[in-house]
């Protein structure tokens, strides 16, 4: 089936920023030079927050989650478009699967830590192309998948159980850019598992301090990836 979409990416953190997933190998910094068309990112309110406890060697980072607690207190971050039109199904798999290594799922859409997801614009896409999106995404859920992973505090999950988000088609930071934003037929973005409870801002904070290599937070917030809270937080370091 034809399907002449356009796409792209919700980015929300280190993939707009970071080169390397392991020393020195670039993924991340090769995949956006081959397939993101960063010059026209366009920046948009989501719902994020610093909601994952991740990291390395015993030093715990504060990385984002989207999070539906966050519906009406949204954060700034980016959609990319990819550079090419996708034409059809298997198109669209390998820029998930593209997008799936620079996140490390080495090519899967699910792993025990986040999954990729899907979010159509409803106001543009066809019926029919939804449905061969739906299926492709059925078709790579297994059983690490539990829609209850991704919900917090009573929150409503982030995901369907097809791993679409469950979230409302973007808005822009800047009026002048809907016309642009509403031209996407879907996008693609990973989500990851929150840790529960919800991390408190003196935690975050503690966390932002003792990161001293990657700099996630510092990172994001030299890049204009903010959420809500930042204020708070930065008050508390």
């Given at each position: 089936?034809e399907?002449?979409?356009?796409?792209?990416?919700?980015?929300?953190?280190s993939?707009?920023?970071e080169?390397?997933?392991?020393?020195?190998?670039k993924?991340r910094?090769?995949?956006?030079n081959?397939?993101?068309?960063?010059?026209n990112k366009i920046y948009?309110?989501?719902?994020?927050?610093?909601?994952?406890?991740?990291?390395?060697n015993?030093i715990?980072?504060?990385?984002?989650v989207?999070?539906?607690k966050?519906?009406?207190k949204?954060?700034?971050?980016?959609?990319v478009?990819?550079k090419?039109?996708?034409n059809?199904?298997?198109e669209l798999?390998?820029?998930a699967?593209?997008?799936?290594?620079a996140e490390?799922?080495?090519g899967?859409?699910?792993?025990?830590w986040g999954?990729?997801?899907y979010?159509f614009n409803?106001s543009l896409i066809g019926?029919?192309?939804?449905k061969e999106i739906v299926r492709l995404?059925?078709k790579r859920?297994?059983?690490?998948?539990?829609?209850?992973?991704?919900r917090?505090n009573g929150e409503i999950?982030?995901?369907t159980e097809?791993l679409?988000?469950?979230i409302n088609?973007l808005?822009p930071?800047l009026?002048?850019?809907?016309?642009?934003?509403?031209?996407?037929?879907?996008?693609?973005a990973t989500?990851?598992?929150?840790?529960?409870?919800f991390l408190?801002?003196?935690?975050?904070?503690k966390?932002v301090?003792t990161?001293?290599?990657r700099r996630?937070?510092l990172?994001n917030?030299?890049n204009?990836?903010?959420?809500?809270?930042?204020?708070?937080?930065s008050e508390?370091l």
């Amino acid at each position: 089936m034809e399907l002449r979409l356009k796409g792209g990416v919700i980015i929300i953190g280190s993939l707009l920023w970071e080169d390397n997933l392991d020393k020195d190998d670039k993924i991340r910094l090769n995949w956006r030079n081959c397939h993101l068309d960063l010059k026209n990112k366009i920046y948009v309110k989501v719902p994020i927050r610093y909601g994952k406890e991740s990291g390395k060697n015993n030093i715990p980072i504060a990385t984002m989650v989207f999070s539906n607690k966050m519906r009406n207190k949204k954060g700034f971050c980016y959609v990319v478009p990819f550079k090419r039109i996708i034409n059809n199904i298997d198109e669209l798999l390998c820029e998930a699967v593209a997008l799936s290594v620079a996140e490390g799922m080495k090519g899967n859409f699910v792993r025990d830590w986040g999954v990729l997801s899907y979010l159509f614009n409803d106001s543009l896409i066809g019926d029919e192309p939804k449905k061969e999106i739906v299926r492709l995404f059925r078709k790579r859920k297994n059983d690490k998948f539990n829609i209850e992973d991704y919900r917090c505090n009573g929150e409503i999950s982030c995901l369907t159980e097809f791993l679409k988000l469950d979230i409302n088609w973007l808005e822009p930071v800047l009026e002048s850019d809907r016309p642009i934003l509403n031209t996407f037929h879907f996008l693609l973005a990973t989500a990851t598992k929150p840790t529960k409870p919800f991390l408190r801002l003196c935690d975050i904070a503690k966390m932002v301090k003792t990161d001293n290599n990657r700099r996630y937070y510092l990172n994001n917030l030299m890049n204009g990836i903010f959420t809500y809270d930042d204020f708070n937080i930065s008050e508390l370091l």
